[in-house]
């Protein structure tokens, strides 16, 4: 009898995917229907509803080069065993200035037989393009609006 990954090994599966820039493989992560929200994304993100969506998403990411690793990792299951609430940051060399960064995130995801079917990702945006070397531009796009 073969066991799915829970949510802590799937979520840790999802991070450290993320910093080591597997993303043809992140995808497979979530379920083909899926829920993935981004609350406090500052240009209003739309949901992500389907893996081909999530694939997309990870694709428009794979163009960014820096490296990143999770740290501070702590994960907090709940009463439902489906959900679980992860705490941890990106720290990484930011991108032009070579400065130490930390993105603070907390993502609370809800994982089905091995699969993420929902997951609210809440990320602090605003550091995460400071570190990408692309807070100008997110700057700019909230002017605009």
Partial sequence: MTTSPGPREVFLR?????????WDEL???YAERTH???????LGAPALR???EVR??????????????????RVHE?????????????????????EPAAVPC???LRVRDGEIVE?????????SARARGRLPELLSSLAAR
Avoid: K, W
Avoid at 36 to 42: C, K, L
């Fill in 119 to 127: 997951s609210r990702d809440y990320i602090d945006h605003v550091a």
């Fill in 14 to 22: 999802l991070v450290h995917g993320v910093c080591e820039g597997r």
């Fill in 27 to 29: 995808p497979e992560l």
């Fill in 56 to 73: 997309e998403h990870f694709a428009a990411g794979s163009t960014a080069s820096f490296d990143r690793r999770p740290v501070n990792i």
């Fill in 50 to 52: 389907s893996r081909d």
């Fill in 78 to 98: 709940t009463a439902d065993p489906e959900v679980i609430v992860a705490e941890f940051e990106y720290r990484s060399t930011a991108a032009g200035t070579g």
């Fill in 106 to 108: 907390v993502f609370v």
């Fill in 36 to 42: 993935v929200t981004h609350p406090f994304h500052p």
